[in-house]
């Protein structure tokens, strides 16, 4: 066990930092620890009774000079394996963090390593800890062979059995984090940041094709993708972990501690209700409405944003985070009054279900002319993003709050509409399809499209008439 007191690294050039340095670069302290339930070395079997097991020469596969490389890399780096793992405090949180060492073998996975990420796995678990990983890897040890690749096994049970725990996991993505280590540790991780132009992707640079785009295999390209959920300044690196884990790190699990519902925000724009139907799409529409970017700044203290589907998209037109209000943490997904695109629902649905595998009550603000119906939306799967997003909400054990804060349109509205705990503001509405649309559907003319909104009973009032609404929010009326 080696202890650490607390000591500025943050001003060290990432890219470059030894795996210690890396810790000491985030955390406020940290004492390591190494696997005692697994042998350091793979052994085999003893050839008489009484005599120690020795390990293999050159490794499981006999690869001659490994022994020599390994030598090599301990002497060059003054380590035992690519791997540090350590217990830390950062900021108010104490935290499980592992760090890559690439200086040792490219920061490659063998067996020796798997031992050590599985007893960090272990120690977060019955310590009830958050995870932060510190990825530098070139991926899995050659020299080892399928050896070392089946710890790509491990390290994907051992992140399953923490999220069934209810824990949360971090990623940060140094330079390089590709090949096994990007597809376990980095992309399953709960929350993914990457520092400014590291390398990332599951190809390494010697084995992707040669006319292949370098942005795609970047922390920009991949956050550009929906990959990655921020691109982080080193410098602000230690501030950042800081937020997120004083956000996430202390959330009880619904089965220990059921938490209360997020308050209801209170209404920010007009107090009047609407007279007509009509009246209530324009008060909907108008430019000057407080919108998502409004209500999210009144109801928190302070926030942190993922971003994307890891699927590939993005959407502007959808915030989703986890934010504090009065010292609790609460969960959010915003849309923004455009159209909701596949990524956008996706990404509302990664953000329910973390939320309610960590057991952190959720805020939905509903704000969409409805979701979005070109041909690259249906190409990108639209109908089966809307399905799931209903199903994340309809399956969500911890109590979901939503505002009607601007447009209700259709399904792409609904399936961010928790059932039984929607409310509405003054200057929004909610309908099965536009006024427009439904008037053109019924065959009618456009001087008939006010008509057909009336006839909809979308405003407010009407809504909670019909029961679709628990209550119509007001100014300074917040409640739970």
């Not at 942005?215 to 230690?238: I, K, M, N, T």
């Not at 956000?247 to 699990?253: I, Q, S």
């Not at 007009?270 to 007279?275: C, G, K, V």
Request: hydrophobic share 40%.
């Amino acid at each position: 066990m080696h202890e650490h007191p607390p000591r500025d690294a943050a001003a060290l050039p990432h890219f470059r930092l030894t795996a210690r340095q890396a810790i000491a670069a985030v955390t406020d302290s940290y004492t390591e620890f190494t696997s005692t339930t697994a042998p350091e070395e793979p052994r085999t079997p003893a050839r008489a009774p009484g005599v120690a097991p020795l390990p293999p020469p050159d490794g499981p596969l006999g690869w001659r000079g490994y022994d020599a490389s390994r030598q090599r890399a301990r002497d060059r780096t003054g380590e035992e394996e690519s791997v540090l793992t350590a217990l830390a405090t950062i900021g108010d949180t104490d935290a499980v963090v592992l760090s890559f060492e690439f200086g040792f073998l490219g920061g490659s996975l063998g067996e020796r390593t798997g031992d050590r990420l599985e007893a960090a796995y272990t120690e977060a678990r019955e310590r009830r800890l958050p995870l932060v990983s510190l990825i530098a890897t070139g991926g899995s040890r050659m020299q080892e062979g399928m050896r070392a690749l089946s710890q790509l096994q491990r390290v994907a049970r051992q992140s399953a059995l923490n999220r069934a725990a209810g824990l949360p996991q971090v990623a940060v993505l140094r330079d390089p984090t590709t090949g096994g280590g990007w597809a376990t540790l980095g992309a399953g991780a709960d929350v993914i940041l990457a520092l400014p132009n590291a390398q990332v992707g599951f190809a390494g640079s010697r084995v992707r094709p040669p006319d292949a785009d370098p942005h795609a295999y970047s922390a920009e390209g991949q956050f550009a993708a929906g990959q990655v959920d921020a691109v982080v300044p080193a410098d602000a690196l230690r501030t950042t972990l800081r937020r997120w884990l004083h956000l996430l790190g202390a959330a009880p699990t619904p089965e220990i501690e059921p938490p209360h519902p997020a308050p209801v925000p209170s209404a920010l724009g007009t107090t009047d209700l609407p007279e007509t139907g009509w009246d209530a799409v324009g008060r909907a529409r108008d430019a000057r409405r407080p919108r998502a970017e409004a209500y999210l700044r009144a109801y928190f203290d302070d926030w942190e944003e993922i971003g994307g589907d890891r699927c590939g998209g993005r959407d502007p037109g959808m915030r989703c985070g986890f934010g504090h209000r009065n010292g609790r943490t609460i969960a959010f997904a915003a849309q923004c009054g455009t159209a909701t695109r596949p990524a956008g629902f996706r990404t509302a649905t990664r953000l329910i279900r973390l939320a309610d595998r960590l057991g952190i009550p959720v805020l939905t603000l509903v704000d969409t002319p409805g979701a979005a119906n070109d041909a690259a939306a249906e190409r990108a799967g639209a109908g089966a993003a809307i399905a799931d997003t209903f199903a994340a909400l309809a399956a969500a054990r911890v109590p979901v709050t939503s505002l009607l804060i601007g447009e209700g349109g259709s399904g792409g509205a609904l399936a961010l509409a928790a059932p039984n705990r929607l409310w509405a503001t003054p200057d929004s509405y909610f309908s099965v399809i536009a006024p427009e649309l439904a008037a053109a559907i019924l065959k009618r003319g456009p001087d008939q499209t006010q008509h057909t909104a009336d006839q909809l009973h979308i405003r407010p009032q009407d809504l909670l008439d019909l029961g679709i609404i628990q209550d119509i929010a007001h100014p300074d009326s917040a409640t739970a």
